[in-house]
């Protein structure tokens, strides 16, 4: 009788065993499917949100050297830095259009905040100090009486017409106009609203399918002339 009774209790101790082993097996199992589930989730979610950026044509470039093409889509992009630094385009085609500019150096009371400008297939870029520069995709173009650093084109971004030009604010600037690709500016000329690198004021002519080049100030005002 004894002998039967402890056999009972034996097999009712390996009985509560298995079901541990089991259980604990089981709650493996469910915490491993959450954790793929979470897994999952991110990347659904990081995934998504690079399908969105791609969607919105931003484009996010690290320090270094770039080609238009292979690196980003050609188009007209408003240029903008995450920490000060410098910006070149060589376009070998035009170089009207290439650009060199400083961005963000507020500290030095030199740069400017954004560039826009088109950039075309084989033109070459170097970003420097910047960290991370974004290009951000012209959607619409307006006129505008005001023109920030970058390309202008007169009769698609300016009325033509003569005009009073100054800079917005206290830095100086400079303004160019190109008739066509690859010839000489039919105005070179800074602009300074101390007087001390430039006239405080530039009267221009603009005409239709020239290019304005605004360079080194933020902005130019366009007063037009009666």
């Known amino acids: 009788m004894g002998l039967v009774l402890a056999s009972g209790l034996m097999l009712a101790a390996c009985s509560i065993d298995d079901g541990a082993v089991e259980e604990d097996a089981t709650n493996a199992e469910s915490t491993e499917s959450v954790v793929d589930a979470e897994e999952e989730s991110e990347e659904s979610s990081g995934a998504q949100g690079a399908m969105s950026d791609t969607l919105s044509g931003v484009k996010n470039l690290e320090d270094g050297q770039h080609v238009v093409g292979e690196d980003i889509p050609a188009g007209r992009y408003v240029i903008t830095g995450q920490e000060p630094?410098?910006?070149?385009?060589?376009?070998?085609?035009?170089?009207?259009?290439?650009?060199?500019?400083?961005?963000?150096?507020?500290?030095?009371?030199?740069?400017?905040?954004?560039?826009?400008?088109?950039?075309?297939?084989?033109?070459?870029?170097?970003?420097m100090g910047m960290e991370l520069t974004t290009f951000t995709?012209?959607?619409?173009?307006?006129?505008?009486?005001?023109?920030?650093?970058?390309?202008?084109?007169?009769?698609?971004?300016?009325?033509?017409?003569?005009?009073?030009?100054?800079?917005?604010?206290?830095?100086?600037?400079?303004?160019?106009?190109?008739?066509?690709?690859?010839?000489?500016?039919?105005?070179?000329?800074?602009?300074?609203?101390?007087?001390?690198?430039?006239?405080?004021?530039?009267?221009?002519?603009?005409?239709?399918?020239?290019?304005?080049?605004?360079?080194?100030?933020?902005?130019?005002?366009?007063?037009?002339?009666?």
Do not use: C
């Open 85 to 127: 630094g410098n910006l070149m385009i060589e376009n070998n085609e035009n170089r009207n259009t290439s650009i060199m500019e400083t961005l963000n150096d507020e500290d030095a009371d030199m740069g400017v905040p954004s560039v826009t400008v088109d950039l075309t297939e084989g033109d070459e870029m170097e970003l």
């Open 137 to 226: 995709p012209v959607k619409e173009r307006t006129r505008s009486d005001v023109l920030t650093t970058g390309t202008w084109d007169v009769g698609t971004d300016i009325e033509p017409g003569s005009y009073e030009v100054t800079t917005t604010g206290s830095k100086s600037g400079k303004i160019m106009i190109y008739e066509g690709i690859g010839e000489l500016p039919l105005v070179d000329q800074p602009i300074d609203p101390q007087g001390e690198l430039g006239p405080e004021s530039v009267t221009v002519e603009l005409e239709e399918g020239q290019q304005v080049i605004v360079s080194v100030s933020p902005e130019l005002s366009f007063e037009a002339n009666e």
